[in-house]
């Protein structure tokens, strides 16, 4: 089956005992075992629920993975792979990273004994050279980057990560699977945070590990049910009506940020636009190579710094000022105040999120009407 109908399909049969064609949400937190120490697929809650093993299995197809898990949140889902990491350990991980892995690395991992080297991933020989300096347990990507859309060319930094004996983990939240694949490309482990794109509704927090060893997909899985982030069956029930839509989401999504990228790239008060879409952008090519659509996050860089930000975000009309991104609304950030505020100014700064930055989460509405709404903002500064 093509991803479109795999979508709806893949692992999603209608319900054996009703014929249900939508996945049934069981809320039962406990399950009636034939005789003491009997093994069964479903015990307890926490360890397996019929709904979330639907969703499970259905993300691991469409990431091409052997065994996919869900968590309650995507920090849920970092914090677990964390915990199979043993203390001392060493990572390499992209510098332009979302500021809540960032928190999570540095003011909690480290007094664990994570070593941490943040890396400009754009450049492979820089990956190269940092994994070959110590034992490294991980390279941690994103791609692309949170804020500024930065790609990494996944099957060099893949080749690297193995060479040198290191998971490679590739947080694939801003593409989705509609877009790209990581495990296609050499990935050990994909994660998302299933509250944007997968759900796509901004009405359930979720977060996923799709998993390519069985073997460590096996661990990971006695992990997940040993600290217990797990998602409750009706949050997995809206992740998998969220995933039903997702490549018809996408092509809209990508629609509109096709259509305020290039406003924004015409516009004298903008400093710089990052849209993969874009002939412009630096990594186009890469883009084209590695993903079969671009998504609908756009980061642009204003004139005037934290004022000009301030007088575009209040002559906005239909981009909601809000964390979190993926919704079929449309959503408005100001990194360095919000998202990225737990990292300190000059290293935020230093990799190139500065008070002038903005980021666009376009959603479905009519393309125009966004680039109206922009176009408002842009006329306030």
Aim: aromatic content about 6%; charged content about 20%; hydrophobic content about 40%.
């Amino acid at each position: 089956m093509r991803f479109d109908t795999r979508l709806i399909h893949a692992a999603q049969p209608p319900d054996p005992t009703t014929g249900a064609v939508n996945p049934p949400v069981y809320l039962s937190t406990t399950f009636a075992q034939p005789a003491p120490g009997t093994d069964q697929e479903f015990v307890y809650g926490r360890t397996g629920n019929p709904t979330r093993r639907v969703l499970e299995r259905a993300l691991a197809d469409l990431e091409g993975g052997r065994v996919g898990l869900a968590f309650s949140s995507g920090m849920g889902a970092l914090s677990t792979l964390l915990e199979n990491l043993p203390s001392g350990r060493r990572i390499v991980a992209v510098d332009d990273l979302y500021g809540g892995t960032w928190r999570m690395f540095e003011h909690h991992r480290r007094q664990f004994g994570l070593d941490v080297q943040y890396v400009n991933m754009t450049d492979p020989g820089a990956v190269e050279a940092a994994v070959a300096a110590a034992p490294t347990a991980w390279v941690y990507a994103e791609s692309p980057t949170n804020p500024l859309l930065r790609l990494v060319d996944l099957r060099a930094v893949a080749r690297i990560a193995h060479a040198h004996r290191a998971l490679f983990v590739v947080d694939n939240t801003f593409a989705s699977p509609a877009n790209q694949r990581p495990i296609e490309h050499g990935a050990d482990v994909v994660l998302h945070s299933t509250t944007k794109y997968i759900g796509g509704h901004s009405d359930v927090l979720g977060g996923a590990l799709i998993v390519r060893d069985r073997r460590l997909g096996e661990r990971l899985a006695w992990l997940q049910n040993a600290v217990g982030a797990v998602p409750s069956p009706f949050d997995c029930y809206l992740l998998l009506r969220g995933l039903r839509t997702l490549g018809v989401r996408m092509r809209a999504h990508a629609a509109s940020a096709r259509a305020v990228a290039q406003t924004l790239e015409r516009d004298r008060r903008v400093v710089a636009v990052w849209y993969p879409g874009s002939p412009r952008h630096p990594q186009h090519a890469l883009a084209r190579r590695q993903m079969e659509g671009y998504g609908g996050m756009v980061s642009f860089e204003l004139k005037g710094g934290l004022r000009a930000a301030r007088r575009f975000l209040r002559g906005l009309r239909i981009f909601t000022l809000a964390e979190s991104l993926g919704g079929v609304e449309s959503l408005v950030d100001h990194p360095a105040s919000m998202t990225h505020a737990s990292v300190p100014r000059s290293e935020r700064e230093a990799h190139g999120v500065r008070d002038g930055l903005i980021r666009l989460s376009c959603g479905i509405e009519d393309p125009a009407d966004l680039v109206e709404d922009v176009r408002r903002g842009l006329a306030r500064g």
